[in-house]
């Protein structure tokens, strides 16, 4: 097939043109290298946990290539554990102790700042309240609550923040709970994140 026609059925039964090992189909028809620059990095991060675990794969290199798809993120601890790895270091470098207090920090105020809000949410008897109806929704929270489109944008922001730490599942949470009020504020389109 190396000119361009297909084999013909007579080399193919003579040998001519045998298929390579399972091996080294694997590794020609790997998509992960053509996915992964199209993957959020937080959907790469279990792929190559899972690449990890297969037998040829050099287990140092993947640290590496996890090293350099979460170092951006606010996964400072992770990222720490795998640099000092990488690099034979038994105590932790002083730019991630820095870096984690900054998070940890950010992650306190973006709490504090939707603390009204999530609080609502968490209360069955504002939740009963809610209706269909997107416009008295709208009028219910923001008069009997004072329920701003900051407020929802904020919500959003600290959902992106604990989304970038890893702590996926909470994330999940607060990302659910803006969805819903992003269905209450979507008659309004001042809102940053509705669109």
């Known amino acids: 097939m190396a000119d361009g026609k297909p084999t013909s059925a007579e080399a193919l039964t003579n040998g001519a043109a045998q298929a390579p090992p399972s091996d080294d189909i694997a590794k020609t028809y790997d998509l992960l290298p053509k996915l992964i620059p199209h993957l959020d990095r937080h959907l790469v991060f279990p792929v190559l946990e899972f690449v990890e675990m297969r037998e040829d794969e050099d287990p140092m290199e993947n640290r590496k290539l996890k090293y350099q798809l979460l170092k ?14 990488i690099k034979g270091l038994n105590d932790r470098p002083e730019e991630y102790t820095k870096k984690r207090e900054e998070v940890m920090e950010r992650r306190r105020i973006l709490e504090e700042e939707t603390s009204k809000l999530t609080g609502l949410l968490s209360d069955p008897e504002v939740t009963t309240n809610l209706r269909s109806d997107k416009v008295a929704n709208l009028n219910y929270l923001k008069e009997q609550h004072g329920v701003t489109l900051n407020d929802v944008s904020l919500l959003y922001d600290y959902g992106q ?31 940053l994140h509705c669109d």
């Open 72 to 85: 951006e993120t606010n996964m400072t601890d992770y990222v720490a554990a795998l640099d000092m790895e």
């Open 161 to 191: 923040f604990v989304y970038s730490t890893g702590d996926y599942e909470n994330a999940a949470d607060i990302l659910f709970q803006f969805r819903l009020l992003v269905s209450v504020f979507s008659t309004c389109s001042a809102c």
